[in-house]
């Protein structure tokens, strides 16, 4: 990994950058010849493709029974942290939920309320890692949403992994199945004979998950596409080479297909960051995996010829993680508006975020940070606004509404409005207005 000028990149090296993809049209038609089988065939399929593609007889779908059992097989220090980390993200999520409100004033009643789905699905992948603190991505925020009924999917395996099940299970998963890829996104989505359809499926998968979601959207809600682990860390002279590249290793260690980035406005800062990639790599268990990432077209170590210049490359690259490693960096963060979370200072690591600040790591990849943010509470309510008007409310109004509504050629919206205020035409609420002062009193004596 040489360092680059941002100044002499190619074209087609800036398009490697920019237009990350989060592998979903390769893997489109494979996902169009899955999910009609898991929508007609039900559990016969998901059966059938779990021993083509984990190699795994699945006697029994339904693991939720198991996820419990889970608990007891993970050790005291492990099941610590996992409750470590979902008191954290309960906590930073229960701050995100909003309240209901209704506001009065002349004669008018307006509001808004939330409210939340009543059944949500969370994918949690599985394959070369165990992923436990997706579990408590995913599961905590729809809970602390008020979700009823919150089931979660994960990819079989002939002993599957104790901790991400302990994981599910703490965090609240009212169901847990045993399935993964585009068969698991089906099923959460149409239903089976054992798997219930829910209103929307959230979290995290390689590409054949990300586009299975792409396909059901439409019948069911997700929350976004999520594609390879990516980050971007801005540095300035300050930064310490060491920290900064163990931020780059340690996010190529979770997919060949991760991208890596640092940006510096120091080309000496930027030789040491290389070096320092390098040796760290060569420590790292997953070293092969980390050295494909390095060595793709879209990670790199890039010099600015301005922290100005930086901050465009980085807004422009919208990172799913930004870690800002200089000495002002709060007044860089003031200029950046396209990340999915961001990370401030040499004591801030991706992986405090990844299990244990209580953020979310469900998070927008390939330049979606520019549109939308990472999963929070917010995916699984929805709201409702309310209105209430009296008469005069509704006179003051009428010449604005049956105006634009004649203007739009819906001439019986504007009557509906004409027809309340003709004299002798009093809603029922008027009618009962001497009613209700009569039975008030009568309450009042009684």
Known sequence: MQPRAIADLSTAERRAFFDRDAGVERAREDVREILPRVRDEGDVALRE????????????????????????????????????????????????????????FEGRELGRRFRPIERAGVYVPGGTAAYPSSAIM??????????????????PAEEMNPVTLAAIHEAGADAVYSVGGAQAIGALAY??????????????????????????????????????????????????????ASDLVAQAEHDPEASVVA????????????????????????????????DADVSGVLVARSMPEAV??????????????????????DRITNAGSVFLGPYAPVAAGDYGTGTNHVLPTGGGAKVHGGLSVDEFLRSSTVQRLDRDALDSLS????????????????????????????????????????????????
């Open 138 to 155: 995913g599961v905590v925020p729809a809970k602390v949403a008020g979700v009823e009924h919150v089931a979660v999917a994960t990819p």
């Open 49 to 104: 493709f779990s021993k083509e593609f984990d190699d795994v007889e699945v006697a029994n779908v339904d693991v939720t029974a198991e996820a419990e059992r889970a608990v007891e097989d993970v050790d005291d220090d492990t099941l610590a942290a996992i409750r470590d980390a979902i008191e954290n993200v309960r906590a930073f999520h229960e701050r995100q939920l909003p309240t209901d409100w209704r506001e009065a």
């Open 191 to 244: 239903g089976t004979e054992t798997v219930d359809a829910v209103q929307k499926v959230v979290g995290p998968g390689n590409p054949w998950v990300t586009a299975a979601k792409a396909e059901v959207r439409g019948e069911v809600e997700i929350d976004f596409l999520a594609g390879p682990s990516e980050i971007l860390v801005l540095a300035d002279e300050t930064a310490n080479p060491e920290f900064v």
């Open 399 to 446: 010449d604005t509404v049956t105006t634009l509504a004649e203007a739009e050629g819906l001439a019986a919206h504007a009557e509906s409005v004409r027809v309340r205020l003709r004299e002798g035409n009093e809603g029922e609420e008027s009618r009962k207005g001497g009613e209700d002062g009569k039975d008030a009193g009568d309450g009042d004596a009684a």
């Open 312 to 333: 465009l490359f980085a807004e422009e690259y919208a990172a799913e993680h930004l870690s800002i490693q200089a000495d002002d960096d709060e007044a860089l963060l």
């Open 263 to 294: 940006v510096t406005d120091d080309a000496a800062l930027a030789e040491k960051i290389a070096e320092e990639v390098d040796r760290q790599a060569s420590e790292r268990e997953r070293e092969e995996t980390i050295r494909e990432v390095l």
